[in-house]
């Protein structure tokens, strides 16, 4: 499970929580999200720019 | 007046002082100039008044744009942080959310309780018009921010033009789509402002719709859902207009139609001159190039940005659009308008005089240099294009 941050609002996809507000259920992975996701808040960052963090824990 | 200090990456102190602090209250109160027409009608029987703000927008403030100038000041990037974090800003933007439904209800009670021949009776519908495009800036400044709060607050003052759809619309549409042939709120080279309207107004509806759509089907609803945020504001719209209608009457129908068309046309006008022309490339993987600072036509006048919370620096806006207002850049070499918002509507409206004034401004761009594959052009005015700017054009022979 990783977090996936957009580098120009810093917007957070967490694959553990997923987004409630967009419907994508928790546990969602990011590569499941449509080929057409761009950043909810600032939808100018395409899905493949956002910047993946690796969790430590869980 | 307040100041902020930072500390430069070379260590050297700076303090700023934002001399346009307090002169963003205009962007609050030009709104309500509906009253000021009231006020001057009430005071002198003369109902030419209530025009006033007509005059304003489309003769006094292009005047005092052209005489006051242009700003291409930009705050210090270390005292940014800070100024975002300022909430003078911010509380701004929310104040003029309750004055922008006082403007139509005002201008509404007006023209059903007093005797007023047509032409004010309609005119003053075209003032509260204006007032309410300036609600659609006001929730465009608003919808692009990440608090719950801002969002709600922008969907709230869309209400007030019936334009619900646009926060929708304009971020997940618009910003993602813009200067693409794809996006119908960005005009193309040959189109004029009459067929871009009848393109941009259903075409940003549908849109908007089939992204609340797509959202809602994720989440399992219908897209008739209560969650539906287009018929959330829709219903807020339907409740203030069908409540102006039964509290001042009939009349208040054709009213409200001119109204809500006008204002509609004021977003139109501002679609229209935001990305003429201009065209992202292709990359190989079939995405669009990000938008770019050359994709979007700007304007440093002062007068006219600080009646818009700056809307006007616009390719900062679409290249970082959660930055707030106060904090929006000029940089140099960007497309340039040859007047403030105001003044380009008005020459938008006469399509030849656009076109003459535009298209060379567009085709000298550094980046289009008479290449025709790197506009944004009307399909089947090519060719006409082509014979026109001959002249303009790059040719092969080099
Ligand atoms: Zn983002």
Redesign the pocket.
């Known amino acids: 499970m990783a977090r996936h941050r957009?580098p120009?609002?810093?917007?957070e996809y967490d694959e553990v929580s997923g987004d409630d507000h967009e419907g994508y259920a928790p546990g969602t992975k990011f590569s499941d999200l449509p080929e057409d996701f761009v950043?909810?808040?600032?939808?100018?960052?395409y899905k493949e720019d956002f910047v993946t963090e690796q969790r430590s824990a869980t | 007046m307040k100041g902020y200090t930072a500390t430069l990456k070379s260590g050297e102190a700076i303090y700023y002082i934002d001399r346009k602090r307090w002169l963003w209250t205009l962007s609050v109160l030009y709104p309500v100039q509906p009253f000021l027409g009231m006020w001057l009608h009430a005071r002198t029987g003369q109902p030419g008044w209530l025009l006033l703000p007509l005059l304003s927008g489309y003769v006094i403030a292009p005047i005092l744009d052209w005489l006051v100038g242009e700003d291409e000041n930009n705050p210090p990037e270390a005292v940014v942080p800070q100024l975002e974090k300022d909430r003078f800003y911010r509380v701004l933007t929310y104040l003029v959310v309750p004055l922008h439904y006082a403007s139509l209800i005002g201008a509404a009670w007006w023209a059903a309780t007093r005797e007023l021949p047509l032409w004010a009776f309609f005119g003053l519908a075209m003032v509260a018009g204006i007032a309410s495009g300036l609600a659609i800036n006001t929730g465009h400044e608003l919808g692009h921010k990440k608090s719950a709060f801002e969002r709600n607050l922008a969907k709230i003052v869309l209400a007030v033009p019936f334009y619900g759809h646009f926060w929708i619309e304009h971020s997940r549409g618009h910003h993602r789509d813009v200067s693409t042939p794809e996006d119908p709120a960005s005009s193309r080279m040959g189109e004029s402002i009459y067929r871009f309207a009848l393109r941009e107004i259903p075409g940003a509806f549908l849109r908007a719709w089939h992204i609340e759509k797509e959202r809602l089907e994720r989440l399992g609803h219908s897209a008739w859902h209560r969650d539906n945020q287009i018929l959330q504001s829709g219903i807020l719209s339907l409740a203030l207009q069908l409540g102006i209608v039964i509290a001042f009457g009939w009349s208040m129908i054709p009213f409200l139609v001119v109204h809500n068309v006008f204002a509609w046309w004021q977003l139109t006008s501002a679609n229209y001159i935001e990305h003429y022309g201009l065209l992202r490339r292709k990359e190989a993987n079939g995405r669009y190039e990000r938008c770019q600072p050359q994709h979007s036509w700007n304007s440093n006048h002062i007068i006219s940005n600080l009646v818009l919370f700056h809307l006007q620096r616009h390719s900062d806006h679409h290249a970082h659009p959660?930055r707030r207002y106060q904090s929006l850049r000029h940089f140099d070499d960007l497309p340039q308008l040859p007047s403030g918002y105001f003044g380009a509507y008005l020459l938008s409206y006469v399509p030849w005089l656009w076109y003459r004034v535009m298209d060379r401004r567009l085709l000298a761009l550094p980046h289009v240099a008479g290449d025709l594959d790197r506009v944004n052009i009307q399909p089947g005015k090519r060719a006409r294009i082509e014979s026109r700017y001959r002249h303009l054009l790059a040719t092969d022979e080099t």
Do not use: K, R, S, T
């Open positions: 957009c120009e609002c810093g917007y950043c909810p808040d600032c939808a100018v960052i | 959660v």
